[in-house]
């Protein structure tokens, strides 16, 4: 079963403002991986951030991890229309080989 | 390089009828997955396999579903009977190893008609 969820379902914004969605989750994790996914389809690996780190940068994204509020979330800024998809945490739970999905935050930029 | 890449993009069958989706992994990476997807959800995991051997199958719905990955590469999900409850997007993924970015291939969407 999925655990956690991505708050907000979902998020509409004007073109170059910043965009931040949130994950919760309840048991322990080795690492928390954050996704995007055009139309349903192929998922795009954005970043992953290690139980042990609090923040990770990559270009427009950064990522925080509260191991102690077990949440983390995606910060997108300068938002572009292109950055229209859902986004989706997968949780590598302890113990567990797979990752945990919720079910995303479908992000609109409007141009 | 190549990455993840998944056949057929499409799949439409019958109720009843056997099917098998493919997957090529990026080479070199040991661990192989496949997971579902059903509209507005997230993926759910269905298999693991480290190398050669389903390391976990606790996602496999029952045992009309089963996967095999016989050269530690290309890995084949098998569905007998299908049913309309497995229509969804079918999604591989491999990574380095179980401690690593886990990379997606494009999906098959299986539709049971």
């Known amino acids: 079963s999925q655990q956690g969820e991505e708050d907000p379902q979902a998020l509409s914004i004007q073109e170059g403002e910043n965009a931040t969605m949130n994950c919760s989750y309840k048991t322990s994790i080795n690492n928390l991986q954050w996704y995007r996914q055009n139309s349903g389809r192929g998922l795009v690996h954005l970043i992953l951030i290690r139980s042990n780190e609090r923040e990770k940068h990559s270009g427009r994204l950064r990522v925080t991890l509260d191991t102690s509020k077990k949440s983390s979330s995606l910060l997108i800024t300068a938002s572009r229309a292109a950055d229209t998809a859902s986004y989706f945490c997968a949780r590598k739970q302890t113990g567990a080989n797979n990752l945990f999905f919720g079910t995303g935050t479908r992000l609109t930029v409007i141009p | 390089g190549a990455g993840v890449s998944q056949t057929p993009s499409n799949k439409v069958t019958e109720k009843g009828k056997y099917v098998e989706l493919r997957c090529d992994p990026i080479s070199g990476h040991t661990a192989l997955y496949w997971y579902r997807q059903s509209l507005g959800q997230g993926p759910e995991f269905l298999i693991y396999?480290?190398?050669?051997?389903?390391?976990?199958d606790s996602g496999l719905p029952n045992d009309r579903f089963f996967a095999v990955r016989p050269e530690g590469s290309v890995s084949t999900l098998k569905i007998q009977r299908t049913e309309r409850g497995d229509s969804a997007v079918y999604l591989c993924a491999s990574s380095l190893s179980a401690w690593n970015e886990q990379f997606f291939g494009p999906g098959t969407r299986l539709t049971v008609l």
């Open positions: 396999f480290q190398g050669t051997g389903a390391a976990d």
